[in-house]
């Protein structure tokens, strides 16, 4: 029998079920650690549209952007208009533990908050690099290009916090002072990736095709404008429900990223916020940084269109053929 309790005014159902296939956790487990780390978790997603994924029995996981019709009058919401759906979504602010609990009975595992606050979206409180192995990477690899990008910082008088993202990569976030428009912080973005790059580039790359890499570390520099990134401490949908965690620069190389998960992370955490302690205080972007950002194509669009070129090229190739 699936055990039923109320916390925070919150009824929670279903709580010895599986969370999903290879989790090797129940949702009560999902629950329990998500209510330990509230105090630490709420603060980086309150005033953010929050999107979700979430893991129902028997179906697929799926990101959840607009909150449900059944939606408690509770959980405090905000509308705003997507271009690429053309229609108004009403993202949910997590703003307190009663609104994170109630996510967490909706099986919402993963917590993807954007980079700016819905007061002000137009200028992101932090620019954040994104860093992914190549197929069959060691995690160390993430961990030494992470140095790169740490060094690129050094070199302007800035720096960043590191965690990994609960996946096979790390996020280094940089806080910002809040004076920056949203299109300048994107250009410093990719002309830290492209910095960071020149430092070691048999290690590191920025190339969005996954195909142009040759086995390095990818430089996501498109985690800005409305992307959205996984808050540090958020579980991630992967087998054992791994956690993205915190590390000091200094243990980053010997680090296991398998070894936070929902289990044993709020034991690993105590009463501690690393994340907090670590991250430095806001910081201006220098103003060569965003012009050379903005003399870099933005990665995303540069890739569409050498993929149209590519797909072309290999059509008259074929036409070609006798």
């Known amino acids: 029998m699936s055990a039923d309790e109320e916390r925070d005014g919150v009824a929670l159902t279903n709580l010895d079920q599986p969370l999903f296939a290879g989790a090797e956790a129940t949702k009560r487990d999902l629950v329990d650690y998500l209510d330990a780390v509230s105090g630490r978790l709420v603060p980086q997603l309150a005033g953010r549209p929050l999107s979700v994924v979430r893991v129902l029995r028997g179906q697929k996981p799926f990101m959840q952007k607009n909150v449900p019709k059944y939606t408690p009058p509770f959980v405090r919401t905000v509308t705003i208009w997507a271009e690429t759906s053309q229609r108004e979504v009403s993202y949910a602010l997590c703003d307190d533990r009663r609104t994170l609990l109630w996510f967490a009975n909706q099986r919402a595992v993963e917590y993807h908050p954007p980079l700016a606050l819905a007061a002000d979206p137009g200028r992101p409180t932090h620019l954040v690099m994104d860093l992914d192995p190549p197929s ?32 096979k990569g790390v996020h280094v976030f940089v806080p910002l002072d809040g004076r920056t428009p949203v299109e300048d912080v994107a250009a410093a973005t990719r002309a830290l990736a492209a910095r960071a790059e020149r430092l070691d580039p048999d290690l590191a790359t920025t190339a969005f095709i996954r195909e142009d890499r040759a086995g390095k570390v990818f430089l996501d520099s498109t985690r800005a404008g409305g992307a959205t990134v996984a808050a540090a401490y958020s579980p991630r949908i992967r087998p054992g429900v791994p956690v993205s965690f915190p590390v000091p620069w200094e243990e980053l190389d010997d680090v296991d990223p398998r070894a936070f998960t929902i289990r044993d992370a709020a034991r690993l955490l105590a009463d501690r916020d690393p994340w907090a302690e670590l991250m430095p205080g806001p910081q201006a972007l220098p103003a060569d940084l965003v012009e050379e950002g903005h003399t870099i194509p933005i990665a995303r669009v540069q890739a569409m269109h050498e993929g149209k070129r590519r797909a072309r090229a290999r059509r008259a190739a074929e036409d070609g053929k006798p």
């Open 136 to 167: 069959g990477g060691a995690f160390a690899s993430v961990a030494r290009a992470a140095h790169l990008v740490r060094r690129a910082l050094a070199a302007m008088g800035m720096d960043g916090a590191v965690k990994t993202s609960g996946a």
